[in-house]
């Protein structure tokens, strides 16, 4: 005879007699650490076959338990012990729930992963220390007590929202216990220290910059939509003519999967520690980082799946009244469903989403010394129309045949212009 749900889980776990108490609540302690539930069954093997328990079994053995949890478990909980009777076979089950966070057992701090305890990393320790605090942000004074919030306010009516001017602070959430602004509401200030870089770098690497752009010292949600705003300038349209004539168009990356990528970097950034998100662009992709990692108590897997596990629980509140997250948790599959989850690295400090690009872009930083004007115009319309016939390139430029086969000879004879392929199906390759 075997218990309903006879499997061990992160919430649940079987030991064979009493005897294997202490094992049993430094499993309970470790539960509670990593999903604030769990349950333990003694008399019960492995695979869930009740054996049942030896001896006078009552009130004093229930007794006795709670007293051994009582001891060992810190900070203290209140546990729930009962027997079960199945057919003659009794089973003690010990079950609790927690949210103080850490908890430990006779000193040691452990967490549930699977159906084993693993130890838990000092720093994981100190995460969920803090973690334990609801709400960061909310919890967090701002340095500057003189706040305005004007453009919050503006982006509440164009959505149609109604603006109680009276109870604004403290309904948005902007106010610590005490009274005072918090760090959410230094983030969303009409005037703040917290920018948005968005920096374009020349070739694969960091090596050489090109550009620096800062989306920030206002509003998070507005600097926000300036970054996006300066990203999707960037997502240009190549468009190709098969054989047949069709016109096909190819954007240079999935604006969607950028949106969903960079509106999680923002919600979910660890922003107590005043390191922004930020996004590098390359000449073969886009790089999203947020700051910090996953939550200690948070698989890949669950990741991966699209379950939400909010950083920031008052900044999602506000983006979701906005419109500007959905919360339906389809945003990591929609990128790993397009671009498959090694577009992803996730470490301890930080998540980075690396958005491929399907071409080679025409803003990727090349050298155009000793070429005339019109070389220039043809190079950089072939960059971005590498598949164009010279009939489109006729088009595209202005200027008539005999002149753009004329300029794509020089091109050829100087080593900056290559054809692949045949005629038909072939495509252009602008060389360094």
Request: proline fraction near 3%; include cysteine.
């Amino acid at each position: 005879m075997k218990l309903e749900n006879c499997y061990e889980s992160e919430t649940q776990e079987f030991k064979t007699s009493l005897s294997e108490l202490d094992k049993g609540i430094l499993s309970l302690a470790a539960m509670l650490n990593k999903n604030g539930k769990g349950k333990i069954y003694f008399g019960v093997a492995n695979d869930g076959t009740i054996l049942g328990l030896d001896g006078m079994l009552g009130q004093e053995t229930i007794k006795k338990i709670g007293t051994r949890v009582a001891e060992q478990i810190r900070p203290a909980i209140i546990p729930s012990i009962h027997m079960d009777v199945h057919e003659d076979r009794v089973v003690v089950v010990l079950e609790a729930e927690g949210f103080n966070k850490p908890y430990s057992a006779s000193g040691e701090y452990r967490i549930r992963v699977g159906s084993e305890n693993k130890k838990i990393d000092p720093s994981v320790i100190s995460e969920m220390v803090l973690s334990n605090s609801i709400a960061q942000m909310e919890n967090l004074e701002s340095f500057n007590q003189t706040l305005t919030f004007e453009q919050l306010k503006g982006l509440y009516v164009s959505h149609g929202l109604t603006v109680n001017l009276k109870t604004f602070n403290s309904n948005m959430g902007l106010l610590t216990k005490r009274g005072t602004f918090n760090y959410l509401a230094e983030i969303l200030s009409d005037e703040n220290n917290c920018s948005i870089k968005v920096v374009r770098f020349k070739g694969l690497d960091k090596q050489e910059m090109v550009s620096r752009n800062e989306f920030g010292y206002r509003c998070l949600l507005i600097s926000m939509k300036a970054a996006y705003d300066y990203v999707a300038s960037l997502n240009e349209v190549r468009v190709d003519l098969d054989a047949g004539m069709e016109r096909k168009e190819q954007s240079l990356f999935d604006m969607k999967c950028f949106d969903e990528a960079w509106t999680n970097a923002c919600l979910h950034n660890k922003w107590i520690k005043n390191v922004p998100p930020a996004i590098y662009v390359f000449d073969n992709r886009i790089e999203i980082v947020s700051t910090g990692g996953l939550p200690y108590d948070f698989s890949k897997e669950d990741f991966y799946s699209g379950i939400s596990r909010p950083v920031n629980i008052g900044l999602q509140k506000i983006m979701g009244q906005l419109g500007l997250i959905e919360q339906t948790g389809h945003g990591i599959p929609k990128i790993v469903s397009v671009y498959g989850p090694d577009v992803f690295e996730i470490t301890d400090n930080n998540i980075t989403v690396r958005i491929p690009f399907a071409f080679e872009p025409s803003f990727r930083q090349i050298s155009y010394n000793g070429l005339s004007q019109s070389q220039k115009r043809l190079l950089s319309i072939i960059r971005s129309n590498p598949t164009a016939k010279i009939a489109d390139l006729c088009e595209l430029t202005g200027l008539g045949q005999s002149r753009v086969s004329a300029i794509i000879a020089e091109l050829k004879s100087i080593g900056r212009l290559k054809r692949v392929g045949r005629t038909k199906g072939g495509y252009w390759e602008v060389v360094e």
